[in-house]
């Protein structure tokens, strides 16, 4: 037996009014979103509250009528709502994920681990997201019931992103958008690869990241090492794989203080090399001409040296073929999802 579940999938139409959008979300969806939710809140830090008003202002109240409209069906509060979309900013360290972005026959192919926590929760709610317009895809967000942000998404214009933690010396900008509701800016706002490349530099955030971006063709991977005001793009070689862990890998950053004590979140860090070298390895003999599967895919990013104790979704995007599979480990879902 295969040790991943596929998950579900349900659809969301923007071109309804926001309050009507979510109407139909099954019932069923939205209860597992309000578990998350719990789950999520549970872990917010003190005096997080405050934040929500002040996301609304940065954004310039870009997302509030979502973030409303979830609530409602939800049965939560917008601050909530908000909040669980700033998990990344807030708790960036509990954040890990191995990502690859590999050329191959069929165009470029980016297979990743998510891996956050809480992880047995996320995995058990997870879901794709299709949002259509016009009675076509727009994007797929692999996501949960209740998501605003974006992780791990593919656009109908040709492109996927990725996000990965990281840590810096720079630390955070207060100023900055919130790294998954820019995410999300860039599946409703970029025309295509490139212009989603630009955006993803330019933009002043509020937390580092590691953006792992491919288009339609394999000569389209990058990676953008993120820090709030800065970036650095890496790319492969020619057409040999494109792997990302947790660390920068181009840009240089200042070494943390060997007399400061290791924070106990460093501990998810400390397996990132082992990472990027199991999954790098895995594919070191791959030829661009060659086609790969999802489940050689899965394979690999179920490896033991690639699979994390809090991995809660792989997911597989070939923006080519408009293709986008998610899956979690079957230790949390042993009989499936009903």
Not at 130 to 148: I, S
Not at 300 to 327: C, K
């Amino acid at each position: 037996m295969n040790p991943w579940v596929e998950c579900r999938s349900f659809s969301i139409n923007l071109d309804l009014p926001m309050r009507e959008r979510y109407a139909d979300v099954p019932q069923a969806e939205l209860e597992r979103g309000a578990r998350l939710l719990s789950a999520i809140m549970a872990e917010m830090p003190a005096g997080a509250q405050y934040l929500a008003a002040a996301v609304r202002i940065r954004t310039r109240g870009r997302f509030h009528s979502e973030f409303v409209a979830l609530a409602d069906r939800i049965g939560s509060d917008w601050r909530s709502v908000t909040l669980a979309n700033l998990t990344y900013d807030l708790v960036m360290s509990m954040f890990g994920c191995s990502t690859l972005a590999l050329a191959t026959a069929d165009g470029p192919v980016l297979a990743r681990n998510m891996d956050f926590w809480p992880e047995d929760i996320l995995a058990q709610t997870s879901a794709l997201i299709y949002m259509n317009r016009g009675n076509k895809l727009d994007f797929a967000n692999a996501g949960w019931p209740g998501t605003v942000g974006i992780v791990t998404a593919m656009s109908s214009k040709g492109f996927a992103v990725a996000l990965n933690a990281v840590t810096c010396s720079e630390g955070t900008r207060k100023t900055g958008f919130p790294v998954l509701l820019f995410l999300r800016k860039v599946f409703d706002d970029a025309t295509g690869f490139d212009h989603a490349v630009q955006m993803l530099t330019e933009q002043t955030l509020i937390a580092p990241c590691l953006l792992t971006i491919v288009g339609t063709e394999n000569h389209q991977r990058v990676v953008l090492e993120r820090t709030p005001t800065r970036c650095v793009a890496r790319k492969p070689e020619a057409d040999e794989p494109l792997v990302t862990t947790n660390d920068y890998r181009l840009f240089e950053d200042k070494p943390r203080d060997s007399r400061q004590a290791p924070s106990p979140s460093d501990a998810l860090y400390q397996t990132t090399c082992r990472r990027f070298d199991n999954l790098s390895a895995a594919y070191a003999n791959h030829q661009p001409t060659q086609r790969v599967t999802d489940e050689e895919l899965l394979y690999h990013l179920t490896d033991p040296g690639v699979f994390s104790e809090i991995t809660a979704q792989h997911v597989i995007m070939r923006p080519r073929q408009q293709a986008i599979r998610m899956f979690v480990p079957r230790r949390f879902v042993p009989n499936g999802f009903a």
